[in-house]
């Protein structure tokens, strides 16, 4: 019997505001409220909403024999929580269920991974404490940001007692092996691998409504079809996507929340076929052989490497000058610093620096706010200056610069006190006007009014 491992991600990113130069040290608010609200409604309205009730109506329809996974980071809840909480209560909804699996992530959807084993495993713990929390579930299996895995993430992963994680079945990495089958980590064994079929997955994401493909259009007979003319010997089809396929990437007019409603129907009518969850593949499957990954990988973009981040010289610059700060955040405990730095390590704002043409580049242009790469750089080192600058004051970075922190610490001190004063003189002053009788004064003598 051949498993689909349907999973989904799902992760909305707090955006900027345009800052510029000159707010530098004079406004410490960095957000668009506007637009993220405006776009999380819109997507909750066209995907999240309506692709949570067909997901629902499948499991209570085939009692339970369909099974999903979610990875929602917890930025998106943090946005739910604050702009459409019927969207959160919608994923409470199919937690009780018993049908849907809430994997692990990083708390900011992060590329800490790649800088910080100590850092990673504080988001990660952020992350799963709130999805325990909010769903009554303890995630045991880890999916990093945007797929991101190499033999040492995986080590770490299991290290922090999870028992599997996923991974893109990029070819330059299984190489003559197929990603239909669950193997382990290199380094440690007993972390069990999921590898993604890019193929069938991108055929949903990517592919369904595009009408010059050769196979337009895509219904769920002819998809079926191809997982029963898969190799006998392949045992699960791991089909990872973004959430936003459903209703946003891919219009409703398409026609993909109809093939997401009748894809359960079509795949259970043939007994050799069934859904199962990521956690209860790897303690039902038998890994066939491990899978090395020195080099880290990902499922974005043909290359499925780091170079949709990391690719390009404003990418880098920004990414090392954020992650600089590391060891000062670390002693820093002030709530609102805290907050800011969560959401300014967000992948999404080196996403939107990437510098790729050609197909890659027409998928980095629609999910980027910004005109150009070079504008998304320059406004995120415009929020990092000045966030970087309000950090110095709370944790200094040498001897001098905590002088210089006294010393202004000291200037505000004196200068509230002198607002103060000036308050306190000005409500006096106002006081002794109104008591005082009305007078004339002619020639610097006051005479009072009879």
Avoid at 40 to 53: E, G, H, S
Avoid at 121 to 128: P, R
Wanted: glycine share 4%; with cysteine; charged share 30%.
């Amino acid at each position: 019997m051949k498993t689909i491992c349907l999973y989904f991600q799902l992760h909305q990113p707090f955006r900027f505001r345009r800052y510029r130069f000159f707010d530098i040290g004079n406004d410490h608010y960095y957000y668009d409220d506007y637009a993220n609200e405006t776009i999380l409604r819109k997507v909750a309205d066209q995907c999240y909403l309506p692709a949570n009730k067909i997901i629902l109506d499948a499991i209570k329809k085939h009692k339970g024999k369909f099974k999903v996974a979610f990875s929602l980071s917890g930025i998106a809840l943090e946005q739910f929580q604050l702009y459409a909480p019927e969207v959160l209560q919608s994923f409470k909804d199919l937690a009780q269920t018993g049908c849907v699996e809430f994997l692990s992530e990083t708390y900011s959807h992060s590329l800490v991974s790649l800088k910080s084993k100590e850092a990673l495993e504080k988001q990660i713990n952020q992350h799963d404490d709130l999805i325990e929390k909010l769903f009554g579930q303890r995630p045991t299996v880890f999916r990093n940001t945007e797929l991101i895995y190499s033999d040492d993430i995986g080590n770490i992963v299991y290290n922090m007692g999870f028992k599997a994680i996923l991974a893109e079945g990029a070819k330059h990495v299984l190489g003559w092996k197929s990603p239909g089958y669950l193997y382990t980590n290199a380094m440690n064994p007993r972390l069990k691998v999921l590898m993604r079929n890019y193929k069938l997955s991108d055929d949903i994401s990517f592919r369904f409504s595009n009408r010059e493909w050769s196979e337009f259009p895509l219904t769920t007979e002819k998809f079926t079809s191809w997982i029963m003319n898969m190799t006998p010997q392949e045992e699960v089809i791991n089909l990872f996507m973004d959430y936003e396929t459903f209703g946003e990437h891919q219009q409703a007019s398409s026609g993909i929340m109809d093939f997401l409603k009748e894809l359960p129907n079509t795949v259970l009518k043939n007994k050799t076929l069934q859904f199962d969850t990521p956690a209860n593949i790897t303690e039902n499957l038998q890994p066939v052989s491990n899978v090395h990954v020195p080099y880290p990988i990902s499922w974005a973009d043909e290359e499925r490497d780091l170079s949709a981040w990391l690719g390009n010289e404003m990418q880098k610059e920004a990414f090392d000058k954020l992650y600089s700060l590391l060891p000062r955040i670390e002693k820093c405990h002030d709530d609102e610093m805290l907050k800011d730095w969560a959401y300014l390590q967000i992948s999404d704002h080196f996403y939107y620096m990437c510098t790729k043409f050609f197909s890659d580049g027409e998928v980095h242009k629609y999910f980027n706010p910004y005109d150009s790469p070079y504008e998304a750089f320059i406004n995120y080192m415009n929020v990092l200056s000045d966030f970087t600058l309000r950090l110095d004051k709370l944790v200094p970075e040498n001897e001098r610069e905590a002088q210089l922190a006294s010393y202004q610490k000291l200037i505000d001190e004196k200068e509230e006190q002198i607002r103060k004063l000036e308050a306190e003189l000005k409500k006096k002053s106002v006081t002794k006007k109104m008591d005082t009788p009305k007078e004339s004064v002619k020639k610097g003598v006051i005479t009072k009014k009879k």
